[in-house]
């Protein structure tokens, strides 16, 4: 091989390397700020960690369950009062909401894909095949192509949250049948489980949560 095709094939190599999620950083490749046991720049705390306020909060999000150590859960805890106005907007909209819960996952879906937070996709996407999402709408965002063929609900999540996000504005004609077939409570709320799932994302982000390594990163680079 000449000294050109070298130089050619390492830059290829290097260039592969680079173009990977920093979210999704395997251990051996962690950046020196990130906690090996959280993954991300703020090590996961403990109840006894916590003050009165904290331990209140921990109890109300955490539980009984394991001391989370990724995720909103984790790294919201360091303000309590935002951990918990989280968890209680999760909750309701995931369980008192009008938007069912198939729905729901589609559209946390979209919000992840449009904010490109892996951690959040690598989660729900798994959910979203465990409620049954079909393979086409989850590949119909997962893959940016046009909505069609799908169930009329699913499209109309993909085409509100597209419009949403990239023309920052709803034209009356979707928003006429996103009504008809959500009613308008439905619209609220699915406009609010997307824009809950990027307020996550941000703190995710502003974070460098990274992906652990039992979790694959499936969310395709662009």
Do not use: C
Not at 108 to 124: N, T
Not at 192 to 204: F, K, N, P, R
């Amino acid at each position: 091989m000449s000294n050109l095709l070298k130089v050619l094939a390492v830059s290829t190599a290097l260039a592969a390397a680079s173009h990977v999620h920093a979210q999704s950083s395997p251990q051996a490749s962690l950046p020196p700020d990130i906690d090996p046991e959280s993954y991300s720049r703020l090590p996961a705390l403990s109840r006894d960690e916590l003050d009165a306020e904290g331990k209140r909060a921990y109890d109300l999000v955490v539980g009984d369950g394991p001391r989370p150590l990724t995720g909103p859960a984790a790294v919201s805890m360091y303000s309590p009062k935002v951990a918990e106005a989280f968890h209680i907007l999760n909750q309701y909209l995931r369980n008192e909401g009008v938007v069912p819960a198939r729905y729901y996952e589609v559209a946390i879906l979209h919000a992840a894909w449009e904010f490109e937070q892996a951690y959040e996709w690598s989660a729900h996407e798994a959910a979203a095949r465990r409620i049954g999402v079909p393979d086409a709408v989850i590949d119909t965002i997962k893959h940016d192509r046009e909505p069609e063929g799908l169930e009329q609900k699913d499209e109309l999540i993909i085409r509100f949250g597209r419009a949403l996000f990239r023309d920052h504005e709803v034209d009356s004609a979707l928003y006429a049948e996103l009504v008809e077939h959500f009613g308008q409570q439905g619209m609220v709320e699915l406009a609010t489980i997307m824009g809950d799932y990027v307020m996550a994302g941000l703190v995710l982000t502003a974070a460098d949560q990274h992906l652990p390594p039992d979790r694959p990163d499936t969310l395709p680079e662009r």
